[in-house]
C-alpha cells in the first residue's frame, strides 16, 4: 500500500492511498486544478481515483470534491449527516456516485476496506478511517479536540497513522486569533495540540505502530519543527529510538510529501 499527503494544514488537506489498480483521495480540500497538480507531481492520474472519502464537511476538506467528482465521475464517500451538510457546497453530483457508509460497518472500495470511526469536532458528524489491503493498516485521525475511547481502539495497531498536530498550545494563548477561536479550537471539538498528539503517538507505537504522520498544522500557531520535536520528545523520553523503532515525519502543508510504502 502507496501512502502520500498531497497538501495538510488548515488551509486545505488532501491524502492518496493506492494499492494495485485502487486509488482513493481522503478529502479534496483544495481547488481541483491542484489537487490535479499534486497527484501529477506523484505521477498519478485522477481519472482511475476509485472514490473520495470524506471525513467531514469543512472547506478545508471539500473544496475540490464536487468539481473532481464531476469531472471524472468519481464516487464520493460520506456518512449520512456529513452528506447532508455538505450537499450544497458540492454543486450538483450524479446519483450513482453519491455512496454513504455506516460506522458500525465496515465497506470496501474495490481492493481495500475501510472502517470509519468517529471523531471529536465541530462538525455534523466527523470521521477518521482505518483503511486495509489485508496486510497493512493505515490510521487517519485529523480535525478531533479529544482522543476518544472509540478513536484509539481503531489506530491501535496501525502499521502507519497520520495524526492530526494542530497547534502549540502557547503559539495560541499568545498569538492574534480571537477569543471565541482560541476557545473553539482549545474545546473539546477542535482540534488536538502537539503534546496530545505526541501522548497518543507513544501509545500507538507502544501498540506496535512504526510509522507515524504528523498532520493538519496550524499555520498561526505552530511549526513543522516544533510539532516534530514535541513528538519526538516524548517518544525518545520512553526509550523510542527514531528512525530505528519508529519512522515520524511532518505532512507539508503546501505541496506534496514524501510518499510512504507499507
Known sequence: MKFCSLYSGSSGNSLFVSIN?????IDAGLSGKRIQSAMGAIEEDPREIGGIMVTHEHSDHIHG???????FDLPIYANEKTWAAMRKDLGKIAEHNVKIF??????????LQIEAFKTSHDAADSAGF??????????IATDSGIITPEMRSALCGCDLVVL??????????????PFYLKQRIKSDFGHLSNETAGDLALALVQEGTRK????????ENNYPLLAYETTARILTGSGVVLDGDVKLSVAKRSCV??????
Open 65 to 71: 470534491v464536487g468539481v473532481l467528482s464531476r469531472r
Open 102 to 111: 455506516d460506522f458500525e460497518e465496515p465497506f470496501i472500495i474495490q481492493d
Open 164 to 177: 492530526e498536530s494542530n497547534h502549540d498550545v502557547s503559539m495560541l494563548e499568545a498569538g492574534s486569533y
Open 212 to 219: 507515524l504522520v504528523l498532520a493538519h498544522l496550524s499555520q
Open 257 to 262: 510529501s514524501e510518499a510512504i510504502n507499507l
Open 21 to 25: 489498480s485502487t486509488k482513493l483521495l
Open 130 to 139: 482505518v483503511i486495509s489491503d489485508g496486510k497493512s493498516r493505515l490510521g
